[in-house]
């Protein structure tokens, strides 16, 4: 830090879901190292909940959302959005993890010294910032290749892709409190998405769920509030009373929580999904349209094929559910005493 910029390191990461958040986390840890604080303001979408999912994480100092906006004035509002922030927060640096050049147009008219990005050949995002840039070629990558090719660009040091998210203890007691009594091993099943074509049908988790009675004592079901009209009817059909329980009332950090305690975790392509990879839970992904690669070692996938998640049948999720349970032993983690 220099007296001259004395203002902190601004990171916008503008993807939306949770999911990519988990994605960013290592190049936020290394842009974080590079500071003398050990810090960086982190400028998201609202959508991405980053204050909540990120409350405990020491390098993000504090979380600012930019707001998405639409119709023909977008581009300016979003101009105008970024130079505000950039005015109240009067950063020294902004890194920008996206080839757009609306953040890096307001961040040079708000007169950020030092101002970094993608590139990937695009003009109107260039022409704002100091390389080295990602090459146009790189466009069609997905943004975990193109993160990793940034960060050696940039020199940041990065040790493995692994999340490694942090739980907040107070989550992780208050999920404790509720559910303790729940006889072990847990499973947790991802219900909720953010589309229909990220959607397992909710009677194929039920029967999932069924054939996998005889390792998993208790089934938590995790979607988000939205999710309880469509799921509560086939949960209540259930044979086994009690044993299914409907979690779509958890906040966020207690989620993450709830799936930290668990044995394993098996649910459609969304945010949960990387969150079980990111806390370090066996994680098994029913994909959709666009599958995500298997980028953290929790995390495998079934793949039903470009936008048909429905081509995933009942007994390809429990064999490898049972496969996976097997070879890591997950039966054999006292998870909840640590």
Same mark, same amino acid.
């Given at each position: 830090?220099?007296?001259?910029?004395?203002?902190?390191?601004?990171?916008?990461?503008?993807?939306?879901?949770?999911?990519?958040?988990?994605?960013?986390?290592?190049?936020?840890?290394?842009?974080?190292?590079?500071?003398?604080?050990?810090?960086? +303001? @982190?400028?998201?979408?609202? *959508?991405?909940? %980053?204050?909540?999912?990120? =409350?405990?994480?020491?390098?993000? /100092? $504090?979380?600012?959302?930019?707001?998405?906006?639409?119709?023909?004035?977008?581009?300016?509002?979003?101009?105008?959005?970024?130079?505000?922030?950039?005015?109240?927060?009067?950063?020294?640096?902004?890194?920008?993890?996206?080839?757009?050049?609306?953040?890096?147009?307001?961040?040079?008219?708000?007169?950020?010294?030092?101002?970094?990005?993608?590139?990937?050949?695009?003009?109107?995002?260039?022409?704002?910032?100091?390389?080295?840039?990602?090459?146009?070629?790189?466009?069609?990558?997905?943004?975990?290749?193109?993160?990793?090719?940034?960060?050696?660009?940039?020199?940041?040091?990065?040790?493995?892709?692994?999340?490694?998210?942090?739980?907040?203890?107070?989550?992780?007691?208050?999920?404790?409190?509720?559910?303790?009594?729940?006889?072990?091993?847990?499973? +947790? @099943?991802?219900?909720?998405? *953010?589309?229909? %074509?990220?959607?397992?049908? =909710?009677?194929?988790?039920?029967? /999932? $769920?069924?054939?996998?009675?005889?390792?998993?004592?208790?089934?938590?079901?995790?979607?988000?509030?939205?999710?309880?009209?469509?799921?509560?009817?086939?949960?209540?059909?259930?044979?086994?009373?009690?044993?299914?329980?409907?979690?779509?009332?958890?906040?966020?950090?207690?989620?993450?929580?709830?799936?930290?305690?668990?044995?394993?975790?098996?649910?459609?392509?969304?945010?949960?999904?990387?969150?079980?990879?990111?806390?370090?839970?066996?994680?098994?992904?029913?994909?959709?349209?666009?599958?995500?690669?298997?980028?953290?070692?929790?995390?495998?996938?079934?793949?039903?094929?470009?936008?048909?998640?429905?081509?995933?049948?009942?007994?390809?999720?429990?064999?490898?559910?049972?496969?996976?349970?097997?070879?890591?032993?997950?039966?054999?983690?006292?998870?909840?005493?640590?």
């Amino acid at each position: 830090m220099t007296a001259q910029h004395p203002g902190p390191v601004l990171v916008y990461a503008p993807d939306r879901g949770i999911g990519d958040l988990m994605w960013h986390l290592p190049t936020f840890r290394a842009i974080a190292a590079t500071t003398p604080e050990g810090q960086v +303001v @982190l400028v998201a979408r609202p *959508s991405s909940r %980053a204050a909540e999912v990120l =409350a405990v994480e020491p390098t993000i /100092a $504090s979380v600012i959302y930019a707001r998405h906006f639409t119709g023909s004035l977008k581009g300016v509002k979003e101009v105008l959005d970024f130079w505000r922030i950039c005015r109240e927060v009067k950063p020294r640096a902004v890194w920008i993890l996206e080839k757009i050049g609306r953040p890096a147009q307001a961040a040079w008219l708000a007169g950020v010294p030092e101002r970094r990005g993608f590139g990937l050949g695009h003009k109107s995002q260039e022409q704002w910032l100091q390389g080295p840039f990602l090459p146009k070629a790189m466009r069609p990558d997905h943004r975990l290749t193109k993160l990793a090719a940034f960060e050696a660009l940039h020199g940041l040091k990065v040790d493995s892709r692994e999340p490694g998210l942090l739980l907040d203890p107070k989550a992780v007691a208050a999920v404790k409190a509720r559910f303790d009594d729940r006889p072990g091993p847990w499973l +947790v @099943l991802g219900v909720g998405a *953010s589309e229909p %074509a990220r959607t397992w049908p =909710a009677e194929r988790f039920a029967a /999932a $769920s069924q054939a996998l009675a005889d390792l998993f004592p208790t089934v938590f079901w995790l979607g988000g509030p939205g999710d309880v009209a469509r799921i509560k009817p086939t949960l209540d059909a259930q044979p086994m009373a009690g044993r299914d329980v409907l979690t779509c009332d958890l906040p966020l950090d207690q989620a993450a929580a709830l799936i930290a305690l668990s044995a394993g975790f098996l649910g459609n392509d969304s945010g949960p999904l990387n969150v079980a990879a990111s806390v370090g839970r066996p994680a098994i992904g029913l994909m959709g349209t666009s599958p995500v690669p298997a980028y953290s070692r929790w995390f495998s996938r079934l793949d039903g094929g470009e936008g048909r998640i429905a081509d995933i049948s009942v007994d390809q999720a429990v064999s490898a559910v049972r496969t996976r349970f097997t070879q890591e032993e997950w039966a054999n983690r006292d998870i909840r005493a640590a």
